[in-house]
């Protein structure tokens, strides 16, 4: 026997025999849709410059401005009337407190921990697992959310332009979900690439409307509306009207509404590894300019809404954004024109917002299945580099959302921001306690900072808790420790795998061999299959070898057994089994159990293996050899060998294939 | 290495260990649900008495006496008015006549075939597979008609008593279908004891209407009722009540419409081998019964339709039957039972007659499958020694016919008695063919009934053809051809696949071995599982023999190998292959490619086979292994070995598994 030394490190695949191994139809499919393969030496080169990081990354964020204005006058309306105009500036201006001190304790994080992670690492280091646990469930919870009310208001948006298709909103929704997770499984670069032009349009049409908008409020040009149209919400009474009249209750409510407008700020903090390098001061400039855009879009969108007294309608359309784009643009053909691309420009957005959660959450799920808290197939990047299995999961569980939900936006806001804001109070305080502990160099600032953005996070948390309680803020509040909790049982499971899997397995695989190694070939009738089975089962050389016939009908039994005697296979006997009650895998399993009752007995079972050529041939007979594999397997040191053999086609030869394409996993095909 | 003679005769099992193997749950719940298993000797005790036989066999054809009269009617009225009552009597009477023929015709088929195969069996050997297929096909799909009708109408006679159940007709005949199957999955003597009693009480009743009403006609106590009413079908105009005013046609129509009453003659010649022996004799006997019992039956309800008005409603109830019991037994307390234990025993019946084709379909199937036009798993006896595939498959049909017609026998009726007379026709005229051929003693009256028959079926066959075509017939028509070319499409592919295997299997058993073996043992990791593939693998004798690990990850397969070296594997050294692409199983294969390039080499690939305790175990794990195992098992000459290791329990070794139970596969348990 030839042996050879064991190898140091990898050596790349012997070449490939001259003639070509044919790719599978189901592979040179994907081989189309995805694109060629990528190496993992690729990764390196995936990653994102500033401009398509902004777009990638910062969707979800500034596409909130698109309703985070909204969200505070459908509170502020009801309960304060036309007050609610004086009001909705300070609440704005109070969030945008919040958003500041975030982007200032997001700049730590990002700095501080530059190989991504965001919220779970930052929370994993400082607080330990639990706690991240919570932080990345409440994160995943917030991403599928994002997905759903994302590509659910972007449909609004279109359908409420185009009212023919409002039957088909879930349809709608379910094919730019579609979409997006192709594009994503494609490949991160790409989808930077096909996402940039709706973020710069869309940030583009905001600058206008703001800059033209009060320029225009400025001259006197905005006249307000009435407050009393059909289908607005209902303003409150005329006693709310008195500027103070409204609870502090009320106003904190509408203050945590635009909450709503936060999410997505964590998102670079979480891909900083997708940045060029170097990462952290490529994540930290994309922050700011991030969190400088949506401050101004939601700012200049809330003082815009008091010039024209633009009021939330019950059913979601026009927007606010849309009533204001209106006024500000006026009539005539140019007016509508700009109109109409703001319109656009906002439905494109809104639905792209959904990537990035396709860029976040099956990082984050990996990085969780990483640390065997999620399943580990999250942890496989696929053909493209990306890890595809997060991408459907994150697809599949988003479409379950919108259909069950029928794509309604209202019913899933008041889950939305609650997981987010979880995730910012655990990471902004596992900053403070990661300063506290490491004492570097302006670690009392970097303190500061992140308690404040802890304080202000946690109290935001708890306002919206308690305000959207009831509107369905529980389920969220439920289902979140119930999720940890599952967490964990799959994390105890892997654990205890791994324990019992590696417990002395050095010492396993140095044990001695058997005493006694048996032979048994399995053969149903005598044809070129069972042949080939015979002719491997004579190249071993054990201590004692025979077939088997498990006996359903005599008289056939009898038949193969004269023409075994008759060949003279004297080196592979042939034994009959009586099977009476016709279960052969019952049998067979019954056979080899006596077989292995002396003891320290190994035995191979060799069994013919017909492979058909097309499916339906396949289901033209029983799966009798698989049950009996699959009962045999039930024993320890029972070992069944399957020896295939391809009916219909030579099969696989290295001589006899050919190829009918180029070589499939080639990057460069 | 010990060798053993070859064996003449089959042995039975050696002594299973003296502590049991666990049988697996689903196989616990199978031997509950339909009892112990039965072995194959028991066949011969599994045979029916006449009176049982008549029961299994003759409610399909007994019940139709239930709605032939209705059929008449049905076509009757409308052409002929009141006149439809002097019409229907000759109609039945030239039924009766083509009945007389068939019941002879068919002594004679028992008698010469006594192996049972009915039509199929009679048709193949007179006149070849393609007549005998086109046979097969029609019966079968009437089989499957026959379990849907009769559910079906079985149903409405339920609903047509309990209205409040009509919303669920649906649902009520798949329980039925369920329940007749199951019935039946459980065994043949089973099913004659449980249906026995609806088939009797059937024909009790039925005789008790027809004396009793003859003897009230007798004395003119039965009052025709309007022909009028509402829901009722339209009678014909005055004009049309003129005797000979109705077409030659449609009394040929109505004539052919009675031929739903000959569905089921053929039941008893497919079923022959059911019988007690002599087996044939019993038939015979049998058969007589049978007949008489609908001729009188028919007959009986046929007069004394005219002698109470009976005419069908549109909606199916109140049917011809019931309208003639409700006169004949009177109101009252008496009268009333009598009528409900009437309508409880047609229902019964007709919910039973579905029993006759789960007694036949199976065998017919089979009987093909065993020619190679059925897919072989129709061969296959399950637990209880029934055809369990032919009756899960009759049942799926069936079912899925019920719920696209939404139980509506209306629908279902003209599609009916094509396949039947199809199959008395090529049967008759095989019988026919037969005496020429055979020349046996009283050929020549054989010759002469079965002829007629023939003769009289084809023109039934002719006719209801012509007259349904419209109604659904030609589904029927077009189906039949389509079915049988998909039948020879299969056999053909069962023929190829035979020839390619039977080629030279003798000089391929005793071909020489390849002139090398390679072991390879492709690892992951070094755990327990990879420990105990080792472990086999050094029991091995191969040329050349080596670990190989594909590596994703450089850093983990550098580690391995280090930890490799420290054991000193040095019978099995490890190689690492590189794998920037991450497509493992394709990288294996490539790699064993390249190993079978040399040529003339067997490679045996070990792999440790991870087997969870739970499903749900298994989930969380990829299935990377099995796709190599599939993506290698491609080429010919390499044999995958997979070495199990169980995890969470101690796998099954003879001496580590206790049993829950008692010993599951003996017939006394």
């Known amino acids: 026997m030839r042996t050879f030394p064991t190898q140091a490190t990898p050596k790349p695949l012997p070449p490939a025999p001259e003639v070509e191994l044919k790719e599978s139809r189901g592979y040179r499919l994907k081989h189309k849709l995805l694109g060629p393969p ?16 902004l777009a990638v990354f910062s969707s979800d964020c500034i596409s909130s401005s698109a309703y985070a204005t909204e969200e505070i006058l459908r509170v502020l309306v009801p309960a304060a009337g036309l007050a609610a105009f004086s009001l909705v500036v300070p609440a704005t201006l109070m969030m945008l407190v919040v958003l500041f001190f975030l982007i200032l304790s997001y700049r730590q994080t990002i700095k501080e921990y530059p190989t991504a992670g965001g919220a779970y690492m930052v929370t994993r280091d400082n607080f330990g697992l639990l706690p991240a646990q919570v932080a990345g469930v409440s994160l995943l919870t917030d991403y599928v959310l994002t997905v759903a009310v994302s590509v659910s208001a972007g449909t609004a948006a279109l359908t409420s332009a185009a009212s023919p298709l409002r039957p088909y909103a879930v349809e709608i929704s379910l094919f730019f979900i579609v979409v997006i997770a192709f594009g994503n499984l494609r490949g991160v670069r790409e989808s930077g690439r096909v996402f940039s032009f709706p973020t710069y349009l869309f940030m583009f049409m905001m600058g206008l409307v703001i800059v033209l908008g009060l320029y225009k409020a400025g001259f006197g040009h905005l006249v307000p509306q009435s407050i009393h149209q059909k289908g607005m ?16 209750y009320a106003f904190l409510h509408a203050f945590a509404s635009g909450g709503s407008a936060m999410t997505g700020v964590e998102a670079i903090s979480n891909g900083v590894s997708a940045f060029r390098k170097p990462e952290w001061k490529n994540a930290r400039v994309t922050l700011i300019i991030m969190g400088v855009t949506l401050g101004t879009a939601f700012l200049g969108l809330s003082v815009l809404s008091t010039k024209v007294h633009a009021v939330p309608f019950t059913s979601g359309t026009p927007t606010v954004i849309s009533q204001v784009g209106k006024q500000v643009f006026g009539g005539g053909a140019l007016g509508d024109s700009l109109y109409y691309i703001l319109q656009a420009g906002t439905m494109l957005i809104l639905v792209l917002a959904a990537n990035t959660s396709f860029a976040d959450f099956p990082r984050l799920a990996s990085f969780q299945a990483a640390d065997a808290f999620m399943p580990k197939q999250l942890t496989k990047r696929g053909q493209r580099l990306v890890f595809s299995n997060g991408i459907i999961s994150l697809g599949a569980v988003a479409a379950v959302l919108v259909v069950a939900t029928g794509a309604n936006v209202a019913r899933l806001i008041p889950l939305y921001a609650i997981g987010v804001f979880t995730s910012f109070t655990l990471s902004q305080s596992g900053m403070a306690r990661h300063h506290i502990r490491k004492k570097e160099p302006g670690w009392r600032w970097g303190l500061v900072v992140n308690a404040t953005g802890a304080v202000l996070s946690g109290i935001v948390l708890v306002i919206f808790a308690v305000a959207k309680f009831t509107e369905g803020a529980w389920i969220i509040i439920v289902l979140v420790p119930i999720f940890v909790a599952l967490l964990y049982r799959l994390n105890h499971q892997y654990e205890a795998e791994a324990e019992e899997l590696e417990r002395d397995a050095e010492a396993a695989a140095t044990a001695p061999i058997l005493r006694r190694h048996v032979v048994l070939v399995f053969v149903a009738r005598l044809d070129r ?31 193969l057994a004269a023409n075994w005697r008759r060949l003279g296979l004297a080196r592979v006997p042939l034994e009959l089994v009586d099977c009476p009650s016709r279960r052969i895998a019952r049998a067979a399993l019954e056979y080899v159990a006596a077989e292995l009752a002396g003891g320290d007995t190994e035995v191979t079972v060799v069994m013919p293996h017909r492979v058909y050529k097309r499916f339906w041939h396949r289901l033209l007979h029983d799966r009798t050899a698989d049950e009996m594999a699959r009962a045999m397997s039930q024993l320890q040191h029972v070992n069944v060998t399957q020896i295939p053999y391809h009916l219909g086609a030579p099969s696989l030869t290295v001589e006899q294939v050919q190829s009918d394409g180029e070589r499939m996993d080639s990057p460069h095909a």
């Open 38 to 53: 990528l190496d993992t030496e690729a990764l390196e080169h995936e990653r994102l410059g500033i401009p398509t990081a």
């Open 529 to 559: 299959a069972a042949a080939r089975a015979i002719q491997y089962a004579r190249t071993l050389v054990p201590d004692e070898m025979r077939a088997v016939h498990i006996a359903i009908d005599r008289h056939a039994a009898e038949e």
């Open 233 to 248: 919400i209902k303003a409150g009474t005329a006693g709310s009207g008195f500027l103070y009249g409204i609870g502090i």
